[in-house]
């Protein structure tokens, strides 16, 4: 046995019980655990957080960087996806997109309803596509509403995403179905709305400053919510 002295509150004590294979197992925990923490670290690095998180719950720490990992896939791929577009088949790019947005919904509402697994649904990169394609649909979408519609539209948008915000529990396998449908189709109606070529109130109030100002400090406020 190796003794070891210790100090606690001023006085020594000997630690008789700590033989050297327990130190040696000790140390190996503390590699393998520095070994496991390196591991989590690269997934984040490397933007494969969003399915180590679906598949194997890690990481833990930096959680936040699952929707990153998403949304960097989705810019990997995407140019390449428009550059073929714009190539062979410009004049379709709205349809296709819509399309897309709809194949995207069905695949998650597909994959929720085979595996019934809600992590493995919610965090992965191909099951969070819909919203992102739809987005992009609005960006190459010539129409735009005029003042009446676009108003309508905004309101009707914003009371559903307030709806959603207020009701939906997104701990919940039935907010990746029809509600996160809601969501999608919503926060693209609010974001025709403000892009009409005539300002709206509702325009106009998302232009305020202390609004402006909580859109710039966003994603610092995605994390705490994360703490």
């Not at 974001?191 to 710039?216: D, E, K, M, N």
């Amino acid at each position: 046995q190796v003794p070891l002295v210790g100090v606690n509150q001023g006085r020594l004590g000997f630690l008789t019980d700590l033989t050297l294979e327990n130190m040696q197992d000790s140390m190996a925990a503390m590699l393998d655990g520095k070994f496991v923490t390196e591991q989590r670290l690269l997934l984040s690095v490397l933007y494969l957080s969003d399915y180590s998180k679906a598949f194997w719950d890690h990481p833990t720490h930096l959680i936040h960087t699952w929707s990153l990992s998403v949304e960097e896939h989705f810019y990997l791929i995407w140019p390449f996806v428009v550059l073929a577009i714009s190539r062979y088949c410009p004049r379709h790019a709205l349809r296709i997109f819509l399309l897309a947005f709809v194949a995207a919904t069905a695949w998650r509402m597909a994959d929720l309803e085979i595996w019934d697994n809600l992590k493995q649904t919610y965090y992965r990169f191909d099951t969070r596509l819909s919203g992102l394609i739809l987005g992009a649909a609005v960006a190459v979408m010539p129409w735009r509403p005029g003042p009446r519609t676009a108003s309508a539209l905004g309101l009707a948008s914003l009371a559903a995403l307030a709806w959603s915000f207020a009701t939906l529990d997104r701990t919940s396998e039935e907010s990746l179905m029809l509600p996160a449908l809601l969501v999608d189709v919503a926060a693209a109606g609010l974001v025709l709305s403000v892009s009409a070529p005539h300002a709206t109130r509702l325009a106009r109030l998302l232009s305020w400053r202390p609004i402006v100002y909580i859109g710039v400090i966003s994603y610092p406020l995605y994390l705490w919510h994360y703490l």
